[in-house]
């Protein structure tokens, strides 16, 4: 078995061992099974194993793949919890009170202007 195979069954193992699943693509493939008068067929066995040692690698596929999704997701969540703290209002002033607040300079400007010069004209508004 090559190195790469052999990493990715250990991985797969202990992936596995963490989920509480006992057997492995290769546990299954190794599994030799005693002959005894009228057993079964060891090819049909041996053909039915396969199958589902292609699903075990499909099952571990998705499920290594989920894992990774939800680790990214994880870090993503971690990063904008993170980045989109609001800063506190320094000010915090409602539109009505800037409204009022616009209202009333507007008014002492018209009368700081009637102390100064009497004269309409000389404003120019």
């Not at 596995?16 to 005894?36: M, P, R, W």
């Not at 040692?53 to 990774?68: C, G, K, N, P, Q």
């Not at 000010?91 to 004269?119: C, G, S, W």
């Amino acid at each position: 078995m090559d190195e790469h195979m052999q990493r990715r069954l250990d991985k797969q193992r202990k992936l596995f061992k963490q989920l509480g699943i006992q057997l492995d693509a290769l546990s299954i493939h190794e599994k030799v099974f005693n002959t005894k008068l009228r057993g079964y067929d060891p090819e049909e066995v041996d053909s039915y194993l396969d199958e589902i040692i292609s699903d075990y690698e499909r099952f571990y596929a998705t499920i290594a793949d989920l894992m990774d999704k939800w680790q990214e997701q994880q870090i993503a969540m971690r990063d904008m919890k993170t980045s989109s703290r609001p800063e506190p209002e320094r000010f915090a002033i409602d539109p009505k009170q800037i409204e009022d607040i616009v209202l009333k300079m507007e008014y002492n400007l018209r009368q700081l202007k009637t102390k100064i010069r009497p004269e309409p004209d000389f404003f120019v508004d």
